[in-house]
């Protein structure tokens, strides 16, 4: 056992490193700089050298590198070069909206995906069960930029029940704050529900056709009940991890819904400082989403070593 | 909600025929697609690209125009035609890279032993929890954003999800008995993966390369909404799309074709990639 | 079985059909008085976000319409009238020779209660000599000293007269900050303004307040907002919904849909020149002479215009300036000297075999009123016959291809920004790149143009510097536009920006 995490632990470290690299390698590879950026288009190329060796972007990429991921290692995440501010505060207060807005778009995706994932596995032969099936392959299909736009003039202008878009931040007005988060948790909601159904829909039927379920409705179970009693408990850790996985991946994966609703949430911020070729504040954010990413991985491995011995001992 | 134990006859028949329906209409959509796709190499009502001023704007129906024409003039139904082909190379290419990279990986994480897992297993972790729209941008930086650019972008993102189920996929294959019994015969790892693994995950290859075409297709619109998709003079129905979000605004009819054309077209893909999974793989077709 | 499941994929179909559908069949909210009215505050709508607040580093226009005038003020206002109102400096005087201008010192304090002084004003002119920026520094070439005369008086000898420096006092280049706040000015600028910044936040929003320490009046207006939606429809979809009530700047790309939406109708709307902008196509420099005139004939400006569908904003021009400017002339035949001529072109690159020459055109892929001219100009160049391949880039990218170095890595691109030929002057011949273009003809106009001592000498040279850029085909205007705002119809008071692009918030009430 303790070589069991020994071993993956020495896995995760060795990846999280080269991580760091590659994000690195990735960002630095797309050319341009922050000094070009904020001096517009009419400034001279001296005065562009002269202020990228102002912020130390003139000297080797190695150097760079190690000077980066040196703060990293003491904590400090670093500061944007055009407005001075930690990096750190800049993702908190992103947080404070990607946070809410992804949790609750999933947890809504999830009230809509479980109900009707199930009922369309269960009664598939029925015509709501073909219905909820088709909608939900159509919902997938819907390409989010069109949909959030659409929803967004339905309710925010042409019935005027919604902001269309726009953030109020909580410490102005908490329900400010709540109103501007609707309708993107609606958006994001309702195309999580869909692919989501599919999902839950096959794990239905993946779950109903396991001996345990046989098993449980030979003892006079219905269907439904042999469900909510056996079959839910079995397939609960593979869902957990899959929700979990999702929700680091959202915090990041955003970015077009916070465009449509012009929110100013994480992956917007990460998408604007590529565009400013902000190369310490994308590196450092995308690096501590990458740790939460793989710190999820890690957990969800040893959890399965733990509850597994076959896995440990595997191969 | 029947308390029968056991399916009646009657079920398995009725759903046998809702799968081939579903396929159907799968095929139907995606052979009319590509068609398109094929038919813009040989006729267009008109070049896409030209504007023509004083044409602007035409409501569908127009003489000469079969959808009508964009802000600049241009035809909309040639532009759809050309589009088609546009998402069906980056769509298909996107998948494409993706799978052919996504088996190598898999088969070798599934066969090379742990380390080489390992390895593999956390690269791809890596690269899924980089955000795809990082790395879609900063390619669009790197090279210009254009049909290139997008299915490198595209093949960033789907890699991972390949390599993983591939490996899935072989590791189950690799339990079988006919490979113990070819390790037995002291074949190379790499003639039993050819020989024996591959064509045991052939379905699993296809059903998910079908289904990341049609993501592609979705992911190449989003693309465009931020300004790193297709370029002109390449035209995709994601461009098109956010061209009339920007020029018109988005509930005008300019929108609706080109949003047709993607929710149609992904939805045929996706019943078709369904619709092959229950006909190639019936274990798989009740796991996700 | 099949009949549920075509028609389940048919109602699919029809539902989505359908949700468009009730966008047009719903009709819109009423537009009610604005609920800020009542509490005295203002939202505006913002296109675009700076990043930064730095106004010594920065340029970009996001960022200008801002904080200058309403934060931090300049020595002196130029009024559109041609007066000169006081700033930061209460009075000040200009010596005939027109060599030495003395500022006296307003008694004030900056919006954080620190007092405003004479080492504040010397440091941030100081500031702005060093700027990166050349638009801000290249009002300093002809100063020598910067002196402190008492702790009122500001005094600054130039070595020749300089309209560069009198008209920079008046805009960016004269914005004075206190010293001691120097280190927060990129997220907190702090000025002497009507306003000062309660908070930034990027890609979202700035928060101003009144400043209890203006020396002036105290705005009509204490709060306001500016809220940056970077999607144009989304930003006129805010409006018609009553969330905000101005956008000020709008794009030219936006203005057919504005018309279209009848938003020219339920608000106000107010067209000024200050904020608009010339669109001109950048030709290389290094490309042969009768080439790039060639490539100038391609040029189709009513086609440009009339591609915006917004003619009522937009003139067709061959003049690098905007109308009002003294130098600007509309599209005629004496002020085009390579006026549209697809023919003629045609036949041109047939004799001189310009089909052999690929060219590149840079279009920048994120600013979608600049990819709109290329997906003109593109297929018109390949149809006269010109070998032309487009290279959409972004911002950043575009900085950086411009200054690998010379020759310019592209042939022909599209612009737009300020209407100012100075902008073009060549400082040093080794350093010259797209931005800049050397030809000592027009250098000499433009340093006669800031040697000139009456208002009408100027223009004249500025006339004869423009006209140069012009007949070189080296920059070559296409149209220009107007700068178009939309207000809430109560909203009133609106005043043309004095600080170079700056929109006052002050003048505007309810």
């Not at chain 1, 904590?75 to 404070?96: H, I």
């Not at chain 2, 289904?211 to 992911?219: E, H, K, N, P, V």
């Not at chain 3, 006669?448 to 208002?455: F, G, I, M, P, V």
Request: charged share 15%; proline share 5%.
């Amino acid at each position: 056992m303790p070589v069991y995490i020994a071993r993956k632990l020495a896995f995760f470290l060795l990846a999280v490193l080269a991580a760091s690299i590659a994000i690195f390698l990735l960002i630095r590879g797309a050319g341009g700089n922050v000094a070009a950026v904020i001096l517009g288009k009419d400034a001279t190329a001296e005065a562009i050298n002269a202020l990228a060796q102002q912020y130390g972007l003139d000297r080797p990429l190695f150097v760079q590198y190690f000077d980066w991921i040196g703060n990293l290692l003491q904590g400090d995440l670093g500061r944007s070069f055009r407005t001075n501010e930690p990096v750190t505060d800049l993702v908190v207060s992103r947080l404070s909206i990607s946070i809410p807005l992804c949790v609750s778009g999933l947890i809504l995706g999830l009230v809509i995906a479980i109900p009707a994932g199930t009922y369309s596995a269960l009664n598939s032969d029925k015509p709501l069960g073909a219905v909820i099936a088709l909608l939900s392959q159509v919902g997938i299909a819907v390409p989010v930029f069109w949909a959030g736009i659409l929803l967004s003039l339905l309710f925010g202008v042409r019935l005027g029940w919604l902001p269309t878009g726009g953030w109020t931040n909580w410490d102005v007005s908490f329900w400010g704050a709540v109103r501007s988060l609707v309708l993107p948790v609606i958006s994001l909601g309702l195309i999580l529900g869909a692919s989501l159904t599919r999902y839950v829909r096959s794990a239905v039927l993946d779950v109903m056709n396991q001996d345990y379920v046989r098993t449980a409705r030979a003892t006079g179970m219905t269907r439904m009940q042999a469900l909510l009693q056996v079959g839910l408990r079995n397939a609960a850790l593979p869902i957990a991890t899959v929700v979990g996985l999702q929700i680091a991946e959202l915090i990041g994966g955003t970015v077009i819904i916070e465009t449509v609703f012009s929110l100013p949430g994480l992956s917007r911020m990460i998408l604007a400082n590529v565009a400013a070729r902000e190369v310490i504040v994308v590196q450092s954010t995308v690096m501590l989403i990458i740790i939460f990413v793989m710190f999820i991985n890690l957990i969800v491995d040893l959890l399965y070593g733990v509850l597994d011995p076959r896995v440990r001992l595997a191969r | 909600m029947t308390l029968a134990p056991t399916a009646t006859p009657a079920k398995p028949k009725r759903r046998r025929r809702r799968r081939n329906l579903t396929l159907t209409i799968g095929i139907v959509i995606t052979v009319a697609f590509i068609a398109m796709a094929m038919a813009s190499f040989f006729y267009l009502p008109h070049n896409p690209n030209l504007p023509r001023i004083p044409d602007r704007l035409l409501p569908a129906g127009s003489p000469g125009y079969l959808l009508g024409t964009d802000a600049l003039g241009r035809d909309i139904f040639s532009q759809l035609m050309v589009g088609a082909r546009t998402s069906l190379m980056v769509g298909a290419g996107g998948a494409l890279i993706s799978l052919v990279i996504g088996t190598i990986a898999g088969l070798s994480a599934a066969a090379f032993g742990r380390m080489a897992d390992e390895t593999i297993s956390r690269g791809a972790d890596i690269m899924l929890s980089i955000p795809g729209m990082v790395t879609a941008l900063v390619l669009a930086a790197t090279i210009g954003s254009g049909a290139l650019t997008t299915i490198l972008a595209l093949s960033a993102f789907f890699t991972p999800s390949f390599t993983r189920v591939i490996r899935s996929a072989a590791l189950s294959v690799m339990q079988e008995d006919f490979i113990t019994a070819a390790r037995l015969y002291d074949r190379p790892t790499w003639f039993i993966l050819l020989r024996h693994v591959l064509p045991n995950v052939a379905g699993v290859m296809i059903v998910q390369f079908t289904l990341y075409f049609a993501a592609g297709i979705l992911t190449e619109a989003g693309l465009s909404y931020l300004g790193v998709g297709v370029t002109r003079p390449s035209i995709s129905w994601g461009m098109m799309l956010n061209e009339a979000q920007q020029q018109v605004g988005i509930s005008s009819p300019l929108a609706m074709w080109p949003g047709l054309a993607i929710v149609i077209v992904v939805l045929g893909l996706n019943l078709l990639g369904d619709g092959l999974r229950d006909v190639l793989d019936p274990k798989l077709a009740r796991r996700a | 079985m099949t009949q549920t499941i075509l028609k389940s994929f048919r109602l699919g179909l029809t539902m989505l059909t359908a949700t468009a559908a009730i966008m047009a069949a719903v009709p819109g909210v009423a537009l009610a008085a604005s609920p800020r009215a009542e509490e005295g505050k203002m939202i505006l709508v913002a296109r675009q976000d700076p990043g930064t607040l730095d106004y010594t580093k920065s340029n970009l226009t996001a960022l200008r319409l801002w904080i200058p005038a309403n934060v931090v003020e300049p020595l002196v206002y130029f009024n559109k009238d041609g007066s000169v109102a006081p700033g930061v400096a209460e009075a000040w005087e200009i010596s005939e020779d027109k060599l030495t201008y003395t500022f006296t010192i307003r008694e004030a304090k900056f919006s954080n209660g620190e007092a405003l002084t004479v080492e504040d004003v010397i440091y941030s002119l100081n500031a702005m000599k060093a700027s990166p920026v050349s638009q801000n520094s290249s009002a300093y070439q002809a100063v020598t000293a910067i002196e402190k005369v008492d702790n009122r008086t500001v005094k600054v000898t130039l070595d020749r007269p300089s309209q560069n420096f009198w008209k920079g006092m008046g805009s960016t280049a004269g914005l004075i900050q206190p010293e001691a706040a120097a280190e927060t000015i990129a997220t907190n600028p702090i000025g002497t303004g009507p306003y000062k910044l309660v908070n930034y936040t990027s890609n979202s929003s700035f928060e101003f307040t009144a400043n209890e320490n203006y020396w002036g009046e105290a705005p009509a207006i204490k709060d306001v907002t500016v809220r940056i939606i970077t999607d144009g429809t989304a930003g006129l979809n805010a409006l018609e919904a009553g969330e905000v009530d101005s956008l000020p700047v709008i794009t030219i790309d936006l203005w057919e849909q504005l018309m279209a939406r009848g938003l020219d109708k339920n608000f106000s709307m107010v067209t000024y020149p200050q904020i608009g902008e010339p669109t001109y196509a950048v030709i290389n420099q290094k490309l042969d002479p009768e080439l790039r005139q060639a490539l100038a004939m391609t040029i189709d400006r009513q086609a440009y215009n009339d591609a915006f569908g917004a003619s009522w904003g937009a003139e067709n021009t061959c003049t690098f300036a905007l109308p009002n400017q003294a130098w600007y002339s509309p599209e005629s035949a004496e002020t085009c000297p390579y006026p549209y001529d697809i023919e003629g072109v045609m036949a041109l690159v047939a004799e001189k075999g310009y089909a052999a020459t690929p060219l590149e055109y840079a279009s920048l892929s994120d600013v979608p009123d600049l990819s709109l001219p290329a997906d003109i100009m593109v297929p018109t160049m390949q149809a006269a016959g010109f070998n032309m391949t487009r290279n959409a880039i972004d911002l950043a990218r575009y900085s950086q291809l411009i200054f690998q170095g010379r020759p310019p890595q592209f042939d022909v691109t599209v612009m737009s920004g300020d209407a100012d030929p100075t902008q073009w002057a060549c400082a040093d011949e080794a350093s010259a790149g797209w931005s800049t273009y050397c030809s000592a003809e027009y250098t000499q106009a433009l340093a006669d143009a800031d040697e000139a001592l009456t208002d009408e000498d100027y223009l004249a040279l500025m006339q004869k510097s423009a006209d140069i850029l012009r007949k070189d085909a080296v920059i070559v205007p296409i149209i220009a536009k107007k700068g178009v705002g939309l207000f809430d119809p109560d909203l009133k008071g609106f005043v043309e920006p004095r600080v170079a692009v700056a929109l006052e918030f002050a003048p505007l009430h309810w």
